[in-house]
């Protein structure tokens, strides 16, 4: 398994101070390949590796969004700058204009995730997609606080976060196209 080399993970370091750990060059390829053919807008909160790995000429990229804290993309026309402690301050014109939104919260707590939950409903179309990251232990939390809940599950897809000391899983609420292989960077269950 040879992937092209990833330009946002070439340009970008981690910053440790927003909590940053980006996903491999490979799990970034199959997440935007589940993107590309199951949503049409994308919010991608707290996940500019996704948002950046989108192809710059694709219909995604040009009605993807980027929600995010760290200002060093707020050149971009498409960013939001994103503090997870007021959801509600998300402008207004964006609210319902999306079909998916992808999630990956720099903390795992509930408080957190209610948080990115609120910004979810906020954004997403009714009956609008989820594809969130986390750790497994969070599974039943997720089916409480996103939207389209009871319908969250994880997928055979296993993100790989080479700096990251603990595995997550990735979850969606609908039937994955492309997520629903494992992935082979990360070792199956023992």
């Known amino acids: ?49 996704i948002y950046f790995s989108f192809p710059r000429d694709s219909p995604l990229r040009s009605e993807a969004w980027l929600f995010d804290f760290d200002e060093q993309w707020a050149s971009d026309p498409h960013f939001v700058r994103y503090d997870f402690n007021v959801p509600e301050e998300l402008p207004v014109h964006l609210h319902g204009t999306f079909d998916c939104v992808v999630i990956d919260p720099p903390f795992i707590t509930r408080e957190v995730w209610d948080k990115y939950a609120q910004a979810a409903r906020l954004l997403l179309q009714p009956g609008g997609k989820i594809v969130a990251t986390t750790v497994a232990e969070n599974a039943a939390m997720l089916t409480e606080v996103l939207p389209g809940g009871q319908d969250v599950r994880p997928t055979p897809f296993r993100p790989s976060i080479p700096h990251l000391i603990y595995q997550y899983n990735l979850f969606t609420n609908f039937p994955p196209a492309v997520l629903c292989h494992p992935n082979p960077e990360i070792p199956p269950y023992d």
């Open 1 to 49: 398994m040879t992937d092209k080399p990833n330009g946002f993970l070439k340009r970008h370091p981690e910053k440790a101070e927003h909590n940053q750990y980006w996903y491999s060059a490979h799990t970034i390829k199959k997440i935007v390949e589940e993107l590309a053919a199951s949503a049409t807008r994308v919010a991608c909160l707290s996940t500019p590796s």
